[in-house]
């Protein structure tokens, strides 16, 4: 029997992805890649959003951990190698964000301090469906 198997991919949009019919568009979400630089000198001031653990369309934290530990070079559609402290920013309209950073090895749920911290964006993007069909 086969069985078909959903996995997230972040997508920066290019065209090879688009034309792929086991990929599908999920809406409205967006994602944001940033890498740590640093500690600024004097923190800034703002307010906290704070983070959802299912933004729905299966996209839970959980399932988005487990996939970027075990399959991360599936995960991304450009060649991504993780660095600690990377952050992932998972958005949408109306919908709220997830926050997962690399510490230690492994993608955990969390972020850097936005007051404190120096993040610049790499990347960012959609994020589609993949399905893939295993017996």
Not at 9 to 21: A, D, G, P, R, Y
Not at 59 to 81: A, G, M, T
Request: with cysteine; charged share 35%; net charge positive.
């Amino acid at each position: 029997m086969c069985q078909e198997k959903n996995f997230f991919i972040f997508c920066t949009c290019n065209e090879k992805l688009n034309q792929s019919k086991s990929e599908k568009p999920l809406g409205d979400y967006l994602w944001t890649l940033r890498k740590f630089f640093g500690h600024r000198k004097q923190p800034a001031k703002g307010r906290l959003i704070l983070p959802k653990q299912d933004l729905g369309n299966g996209l839970r934290v959980e399932v988005l951990l487990y996939q970027l530990n075990h399959d991360i070079e599936n995960s991304f559609d450009f060649d991504y190698e993780p660095s600690e402290r990377d952050s992932l920013v998972i958005h949408g309209r109306e919908i709220g964000y997830s926050f997962v950073i690399h510490k230690d090895g492994n993608w955990v749920e969390g972020r850097n301090d936005p007051f404190r911290d120096i993040e610049r964006e790499i990347a960012s993007g959609k994020i589609e469906k993949r399905t893939n069909n295993k017996k």
